[in-house]
């Protein structure tokens, strides 16, 4: 895992455009996002993953996501955001929106 600062930054303020807060915190390599306190993405190889469960899992399906996989056997319940959905503040917005779910 790993990231450049600029990438991590532009994450951040592409969030912030959406209305969302988040801290970050570099994390084995990589940077965990989170939104009060609840970590809801993650950023590695200058990638976006946010946090998924059963209900959204699809969503990312359907966009040929994939998930974060620190290890060749394990998956996390985190997949790729598409670059044209991160320059999207709407889509953008929708996707946010599932993820602040999750954690209700």
């Known amino acids: 895992m790993s990231f450049t600062q600029s990438y991590k930054e532009y994450i951040l303020e592409q969030l912030e ?3 969302l807060e988040c801290t970050s915190k570099n994390m084995f390599g990589g940077v965990c996002i989170f939104y009060n306190n609840k970590a809801i993405a993650l950023i590695s190889g200058d990638e976006l993953y ?5 209900k959204t899992i699809n969503d990312y399906i359907e966009f040929e996501s994939k998930a974060f996989s620190p290890f060749k056997t394990y998956k996390m ?3 790729t955001v598409p670059e044209n959905i991160i320059e999207d503040k709407e889509e953008l917005r929708m996707l946010v929106n ?4 999750i954690l209700k």
């Open 17 to 19: 455009l959406v209305g």
């Open 50 to 54: 946010f946090k998924v469960d059963d």
């Open 77 to 79: 319940k985190y997949y």
């Open 98 to 101: 599932k993820v602040l779910e």
